[in-house]
T-cell receptor
Framework: SQQGEEDPQALSIQEGENATMNCSYKTSINNLQWYRQNSGRGLVHLILIRSNEREKHSGRLRVTLDTSKKSSSLLITASRAADTASYFCATVSYGNNRLAFGKGNQVVVIP | ETGVTQTPRHLVMGMTNKKSLKCEQHLGHNAMYWYKQSAKKPLELMFVYSLEERVENNSVPSRFSPECPNSSHLFLHLHTLQPEDSALYLC???????????FGPGTRLTVL
């Protein structure tokens, strides 16, 4: 099954800066989702972007999707210490409801 | 984490023990999932239940046995586990075909 692959794997930034993460995948998708996970806890859904959408916003989050390049980016603007977490992209293919996860990005926001 | 609960949150067991993980969702969803999360590996989908029927079993060893008695409850029965089974086990639920999944807080399992 396909998996999203995030890049970079680890990111350390100062509070107030923007954080950008990328995700690539290999096959056609129905939608792509981003999740956040605080240390040792469950995943929290952040945003879903469908294959016919190119950009989506939710609060300080901005997600883009380029289906021709099979890639997505997640931008967190004006980062806060509370944004420190692991961020995962996950893809859903047509005809099923299965999420295929990438390995995740560790983001550390330094106060 | 609200909406999907998991118990216990932490579990330590020996290789000869039998234990069960429990998941309950209060969201009215009709699909439930078990995932395994090991260090430095992507989340691994173990089982999927849709409308209380198991629809996917991703080559999981038989020492893991799922049970879904109704659309709100999901169990993972464990027996004769191996140390490499130590991981965070996550339960999730969703409305079938709608993509977004809601996760529980997980059970941190340690097999001695």
């Amino acid at each position: 099954s396909q998996q999203g692959e995030e890049d970079p794997q680890a990111l350390s930034i100062q509070e107030g800066e923007n954080a950008t993460m990328n995700c690539s995948y290999k096959t056609s998708i129905n939608n792509l989702q981003w999740y956040r996970q605080n240390s040792g806890r469950g995943l929290v859904h952040l945003i879903l972007i469908r294959s016919n959408e190119r950009e989506k916003h939710s609060g300080r989050l901005r997600v883009t999707l380029d289906t021709s390049k099979k890639s997505s980016s997640l931008l967190i603007t004006a980062s806060r210490a509370a944004d420190t977490a692991s961020y995962f992209c996950a893809t859903v293919s047509y005809g099923n409801n299965r999420l295929a996860f990438g390995k995740g990005n560790q983001v550390v926001v330094i106060p | 984490e609200t909406g999907v609960t998991q118990t216990p949150r932490h579990l330590v067991m020996g290789m000869t023990n039998k234990k069960s993980l429990k998941c309950e969702q209060h969201l009215g969803h009709n699909a439930m999932y078990w995932y395994k999360q090991s260090a430095k590996k992507p989340l691994e989908l173990m089982f999927v239940y849709s409308l209380e029927e198991r629809v996917e079993n991703n080559s999981v060893p038989s020492r893991f046995s799922p049970e879904c008695p109704n659309s709100s409850h999901l169990f993972l029965h464990l027996h004769t586990l191996q140390p490499e089974d130590s991981a965070l086990y996550l339960c999730a639920s969703s409305q079938v075909w709608q993509g977004e999944q809601f996760f529980g807080p997980g059970t941190r399992l340690t097999v001695l």
